[in-house]
């Protein structure tokens, strides 16, 4: 594996404050190899999409738009919400996505890891995120699968992974995804 460092653009599909999923994210963040520099890019202020805004869409989505053509890789820790996506994490996936043609997401390397309390990590997020990561070209990590459950008791009281297995479990999937982010980034 090259020393080069590879910018992982991560969106977490949760706006709360306290969020699990957040949390998550910035655990992975101090579990990842040198290889991988992850930075949350937020979504919580972006405003709706409006196709009739393509030809002069929002600052705030361009500016989105161009964090994650910036990006090297993409990561995504999401909730499941009614045995899907939550809404503010399409919402960003359908902006940077437009207009037709000048998708920011196509050729970059992405995961998943979906986080629940409930017992089956959110599988049902999971997979429709990789439905749509699918038609936008996104080359996803396929195992290993991480669909978190039981989250209500995965952290200490400073964030840190509280079990070691859990804690291992994480450490193989980011030095996975850092080893398909090296052999499929775009040159
Ligand atoms: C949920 N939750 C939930 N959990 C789950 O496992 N499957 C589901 O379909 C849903 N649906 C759902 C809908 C809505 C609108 C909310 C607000 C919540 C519970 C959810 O997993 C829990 O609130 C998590 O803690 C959300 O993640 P964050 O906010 O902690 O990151």
Avoid: C
């Avoid at 599909?13 to 957040?22: A, I, P, Q, V, Y």
């Avoid at 196709?51 to 499941?80: C, G, H, M, Y």
């Avoid at 503010?88 to 037709?100: M, T």
């Avoid at 017992?119 to 997020?125: D, K, P, S």
Wanted: hydrophobic residues 45%; proline residues 7%.
């Amino acid at each position: 594996m090259s020393q080069q460092v590879h910018r992982v653009a991560v969106l977490v599909g949760s706006l709360r404050k306290d969020s699990l999923n957040r949390k998550l994210a910035l655990a992975l963040k101090a579990l990842a190899p040198p290889s991988l520099l992850l930075e949350i890019a937020e979504i919580g202020e972006l405003p709706l999409y409006n196709q009739d805004d393509d030809a002069n869409p929002p600052a705030a989505s361009v500016a989105f738009k161009q964090r994650i053509k910036d990006a090297d890789a993409v990561l995504f820790v999401t909730p499941e919400y009614n045995r899907s996506v939550p809404g503010v994490l399409k919402n960003a996936i359908d902006i940077a996505s437009r207009p037709y043609g000048q998708s920011a997401w196509d050729g970059k390397p992405g995961a998943i890891v979906s986080l629940s309390p409930g017992a089956i990590g959110a599988f049902g997020a999971n997979h429709h995120l990789r439905q749509s990561l699918v038609f936008l070209n996104v080359p996803l990590l396929q195992q290993p699968e991480a669909y978190v459950g039981g989250a209500g008791e995965l952290f200490d009281a400073n964030g840190a992974i509280a079990k070691p297995e859990s804690k291992a479990f994480l450490e193989k999937f980011i030095n996975a995804f850092a080893a398909w982010v090296e052999r499929n980034r775009k040159v």
